[in-house]
């Protein structure tokens, strides 16, 4: 679409990060706006939910990186505007060994982008975030603008100020099939059709159920947090002294003490198995426990080995870790927006402005090619 709209009604199918952003940015352009979650806004049982998630510039990717320079001043409106705190700044690490690819390639990515930051030795971790410890191999890029988002609070605010601004947020209404009917997409639920100018499919974990008919590149998998009460100087593992981090090497990463649940929080980028939404009981797992333990022993000797709190999510993710955001095949103005595949949080209060501004005919600057369908076939 070439050029911006007048006045539409839009459809927002699924209410997580990604829906609660497009809502809002609907909104507040003035368009008629419907978003449909199949349960409350803010529920457990998906994605966009908890205390804490991850916000960073420091991918080894160069588009991600400026992606998140796209996001950043709108999760400080999103914060503004909703007169809450959404996004504790604590600063970041990446831990690594020297010569690892990741490291390489995030340093390349962020000098590239123009940002400060810093790469410390051990001792120097130690020094300055005393929790820590690194093996003798290993170096931490320490960059000052990462934190973490308070998901669940992002949600509610986004979708509360979506509806100050006239959205209809239907809540506990589930959607059955998005289809099209002489040429315009229509959602069906328990009560009947409704027709749309457009529709942004955001479902998350049920995307693939839901859109079943375009086969999409998704999976779903299970992944289990785990807080671990402190044992000694919890001082140190405040926001002001423990940044969140990343270990290349193993794929765990970790938040300080989020004030709000009791102890520190870390969980594994990769440690799961794939699940049917609907049929995951969400129990929590002994084996990811231990190894959880088995990190938190080796990285941060002041943690105890008493588990505080654990709870499961979902990924749903494509095989490369790149976003799908296309149009649906065969469906007229349906926008889908699917596989955040763990990391994409951080992007939902941009990923729901593009959606927002390529269904009402505006553009987005950055070359966003490779989330088309067309290349994961």
């Known amino acids: 679409m070439g050029c911006e709209t007048a006045e539409m009604k839009i459809a927002v199918v699924g209410v997580g990060g990604t829906g609660s952003a497009a809502c809002r940015h609907l909104a507040k352009a003035g368009h008629t706006v419907v978003g449909y979650e199949q349960f409350r806004v803010g529920h457990t ?68 982008a123009g940002l400060p930051f810093e790469e410390l030795t051990p001792g120097e971790t130690a020094a300055r975030f005393p929790a820590f410890r690194l093996a003798a191999d290993e170096i931490a890029l320490y960059q000052k603008d990462s934190g973490f988002l308070r998901a669940t609070r992002c949600v509610r605010a986004q979708a509360r100020i979506a509806a100050v ?39 998350g974990a049920w995307m693939g159920k839901l859109m079943h008919g375009l086969n999409l590149p998704l999976s779903v998998e299970r992944r289990q947090v785990v807080y671990l009460r402190i044992a000694r100087s919890p001082e140190h593992f405040a926001p ?7 270990d290349a090497r193993t794929l765990y990463y970790g938040f300080p003490s989020d004030g709000v649940i009791q102890g520190v929080k870390l969980a594994s980028h990769v440690a799961g198995y794939a699940v049917d939404p609907d049929n995951d009981g969400r129990e929590p797992a002994a084996d990811i426990i231990a190894e959880a333990l088995e990190i938190a022993t080796r990285r941060f000797p002041d943690l105890s080995d008493q588990v505080a709190f654990t709870q499961v999510c979902l990924y749903t993710s494509t095989a490369s870790e790149d976003f799908i955001m296309d149009y649906a095949p065969d469906l007229p103005n349906v926008f889908l927006i699917s596989g955040c595949s763990g990391h994409g949080f951080k992007f939902t209060v941009l990923l729901g402005k593009i959606a927002a501004d390529i269904v009402t005919g505006k553009t987005y600057p950055r070359d966003l090619s490779r989330f088309a369908l067309s290349r994961f076939v």
């Open 240 to 246: 002001e002294q423990f940044p969140i981090w990343i």
């Open 45 to 112: 049982r998906g994605s966009s939910h908890g205390e804490s998630r991850i916000i960073r510039y420091t991918y080894p990717d160069p588009l991600f990186t400026g992606m998140m320079g796209d996001a950043y001043p709108l999760w400080a409106g999103l914060e503004s505007e909703a007169r809450e705190e959404l996004f504790v700044r604590c600063g970041g690490v990446l831990i690594a060994p020297e010569g690892h690819a990741d490291l390489r390639d995030t340093r390349e990515s962020i000098e590239s």
């Open 165 to 203: 601004h006239g959205a209809e947020i239907r809540e506990a209404t589930a959607v059955h099939e998005v289809a099209s009917r002489n040429g315009k997409p229509v959602v069906r639920t328990e009560g009947g059709e409704e027709p749309f100018d457009a529709v942004i499919v955001t479902a």
